[in-house]
């Protein structure tokens, strides 16, 4: 991959899942959009992801395990916060 216009191939596919669920600014959109317009590498591999995004959201949902991640995270983040007060 190379640079195209304003941004770099780089700064592209960190924006790319922004990019995907339409949350950029914008101007920040119409740069991606411009890029990935120039880019075939980077066009196919948002395209990628765009088809990844779209067969995991057919995957069905179990709620017992999404209830169970979201302890995870919070006993997590409760772990992290009263370590960096010690």
């Known amino acids: 991959m190379s640079a195209h216009g304003q941004l770099d191939c780089l700064a592209v596919v960190r924006a790319m899942?922004?990019?995907l669920d339409e949350e950029l600014t914008p101007e920040r959109?119409?740069?991606v959009k411009g890029?990935?317009?120039a880019c075939t590498g980077c066009r196919e591999h948002v395209e990628m992801a765009r088809?990844?995004?779209s067969r995991l959201s057919t995957l069905p949902v179990d709620?017992?395990?999404v209830a169970a991640l979201a302890a995870k995270v919070r006993a997590a983040l409760r772990h992290e916060a009263s370590s960096g007060q010690a």
């Open 63 to 65: 709620e017992r395990d």
């Open 17 to 19: 899942y922004d990019y």
């Open 51 to 53: 088809c990844f995004l």
């Open 35 to 37: 890029h990935l317009a």
């Open 29 to 31: 959109f119409d740069e």
